[in-house]
């Protein structure tokens, strides 16, 4: 399975970013996915994550309400829109693969997910 993260880049407090995460390898629609990220000197943290089927979504409670996650089956590609950035935004964002296969719940630790992108950064200046 291989995950391409792309989208990130430089913003301002207050703006928005959309990250991408396009999936190859393996059938995209019966697998839930998720974003996690890792600032400096911090541990991955779960952001958000999206079942399956796309019915059950899970965030963070630092982020909820200001993004929101998605997912096109038909592209293989999931998304995360982050609106009203924050400096403690700024981190490397990564997109993950469960490996349950129609799994209902919604993981949130990083052990739960098996498939990892590469990580694109997100940069939010005060």
């Known amino acids: 399975v291989q995950l391409q993260a792309s989208g990130g880049g430089l913003m301002q407090a207050g703006g928005s970013l959309r990250l991408s995460c396009a999936a190859s390898?393996?059938?995209?629609?019966?697998?839930?996915m998720g974003w996690f990220r890792q600032a400096p000197g911090k541990e991955r943290e779960f952001v958000s994550g999206?079942?399956?089927?796309?019915?059950?979504?899970r965030y963070a409670d630092s982020v909820q309400g200001r993004f929101i996650i998605s997912r096109d089956n038909a592209k293989n590609t999931m998304y995360l829109q982050m609106n009203s950035l924050k400096f403690e935004d700024t981190a490397v964002y990564y997109c993950?693969?469960?490996?349950?296969?129609?799994?209902?719940?919604?993981?949130?630790?990083?052990?739960?997910?098996?498939?990892w992108g590469q990580g694109t950064l997100v940069t939010v200046s005060s």
């Open positions: 993950a693969a469960d490996s349950v296969l129609r799994r209902t719940a919604v993981p949130n630790e990083v052990g739960q997910y098996d498939y």
């Open positions: 390898g393996r059938p995209f629609s019966p697998y839930g």
């Open positions: 999206i079942s399956w089927s796309g019915a059950t979504t």
